[in-house]
């Protein structure tokens, strides 16, 4: 029992930090092709040996995957960090816990099918239905600082690279079952070498295919002038009156080589706030941003702020709005809050976008029938009440459509091609990462970006409050960058597309046979005698 234990907790350690590198060491993501395999040996052993309790085992090794690469959401929120990591290890957990139930119901090959596709599809329903939703940890993420064995992301998106990981892994586990369990001796010669060069092909072939993939489309090209203020972001919500804010950034500015050429001038998410969304032009940044564009009139520029829309009615009109009160007429007057983007030019017009995927606990109240009430009945504010934009849009920039995720939307591959079939020729990203600190968590939702790249087959401007801001081309690569937790300003150019990819055109294939593949074989297990 004791040498057992420490098998078990030498493969979980070995889990926990294989699958951990992709997420903190750039250039480590084929690490995740053979990361699964300490898990799958350690339960066919607890299988086998008929380990009682063996949920507390890879719950464990869940736990430490996720803690080692997202512990940094602590500088944040401590205890948003014990939850995230806690409750998505849980439902990874329970993905695990249902493969073995089915591996009690049916034999063969079939089970580790059903695991690849209910995790898949889980992965995909967190990237398109759910509510609370955590997506950082999807396999496919495993090769954003490796975008050069994904390029084919173009086509099958990260959920391909999520395919790719537990085809690699199951194909290498099923050779070292054949090879200890004595089978393969009893194999003829084809029959041996078609079980060799299968997990050969299975590793390096989409390794070959994206090498072999080349983005040649020409577009027009756009300067854009990209200001990192760096505002500590206690200083920025608690100290810095937005003046001050507005009149750092605009000196900031001031260092750009400017000229005649069309411009988009990146500010970063929550730039501004208390935007009222009915008085923009009224407002103090706009006023400001104004008489800098009258200097420079071929700019325009995009800008996050915290808005509020005002309505009247006897009705909320959703869920989460603020009632500020009734009014004399016996209509209430209720407060939609929103984080945006705005885009203005010299012609003083604006247009807006109101953040879609928004963050839990911070920014969103999930399920608000159930938490808005129970918030009342406790008398508190459990969460923020912000409400996101149903349909996805783009901004008008020079008259080019763009479209500009805002922060964690950044996260999510199938809703930013939403921006691209809306006609966006190009992609922004605004964010504010300063929360997280000197940590892995910057740097890893820079790398998200790289692969948004891909998948889209845009370029991506990409502007933080402070690191790291950045242009990065259709290839995903990271054409000029800023540096961490220092003011700055990046000129470059990108190029403005039109063309669509296959993942464009036709979203995440990859994700609807998952779920297919998971009801299928789900179902045969449940009407399925138990063996």
Sequence with gaps: MKNRTVIFLGLTLAFGLTMSLPWLVPHCGWTALWGLLPLLVMERLATAYKVKYFWWWHYAAFVLWNAATTWWVWNATAGGAVFAILANALQMSVVFGSFRWVKRRITGVLPYIYLAAAWI???????????????????????????????????LGTLGGSLWIWLSNLSLFGLMVALSDGRMAHWNGKARIAALAAPVLILFGPMAWS????????????????????????????????????????????????????????????????????????????????????????????????????????????????????QPDGRHRWILAHNSAIVTDTSGRYALYHKSKLVVGTELTPYPKVFIPLENWLGGSLMAK????????????????????????????????????????????????????????????????????????????????????????????????????????????????????FFVRYGDMVGRVAVFLFLLVGAAAIFRPKR
């Design 121 to 155: 599809a889980w992965e995909r329903f967190y990237l398109t239905g759910a509510q609370i939703s955590w997506p950082w940890l999807v396999l496919g993420n495993a090769f954003a600082e490796t975008t050069s064995l994904v390029q084919w992301y173009s086509v």
């Design 211 to 326: 090498a072999c993939l080349r983005f040649e489309e020409e577009g027009t090209p756009l300067k854009v002038v990209i200001g990192q203020p760096n505002y500590d972001p206690y200083e920025k919500f608690e100290s810095l009156s937005q003046a001050q804010q507005d009149a750092r950034y605009l000196a900031l500015l001031e260092k750009a080589q400017w000229s005649s050429d069309p411009t988009l001038v990146l500010a970063p998410e929550t730039f501004t706030a208390h935007v009222y969304t009915n008085a923009i032009p009224e407002h103090e940044t706009s006023v400001r941003l104004q008489h800098f564009l009258q200097k420079h009139p071929s700019a325009s520029i995009l800008y996050g702020a915290s808005t509020y829309e005002p309505r009247l009615g006897h009705q909320a009109p959703d869920p989460c709005a603020y009632d500020m009160g009734r």
């Design 386 to 501: 912000d409400v996101g934009q149903k349909e996805i849009s783009c901004l008008p920039v020079h008259g080019v459509p763009v479209g500009t995720a805002v922060c964690y939307e950044s996260v999510y591959g199938e809703f930013c091609t939403g921006y691209v079939r809306k006609g966006a020729q190009l992609l922004a990203v605004i964010t504010n990462d300063a929360w997280w600190g000197n940590t892995p968590g910057y740097r890893q939702h820079l790398s998200y970006s790289r692969l948004r790249a891909i998948e889209t087959r845009r370029w991506v401007a990409r502007c933080g409050n402070t690191g790291v801001s950045a242009i990065i081309d259709p290839a995903g690569r990271i054409l000029d960058r800023t540096p961490w937790w220092k003011p700055a300003v990046l000129e470059g150019e990108v190029q403005l597309l039109h063309g669509q990819s």
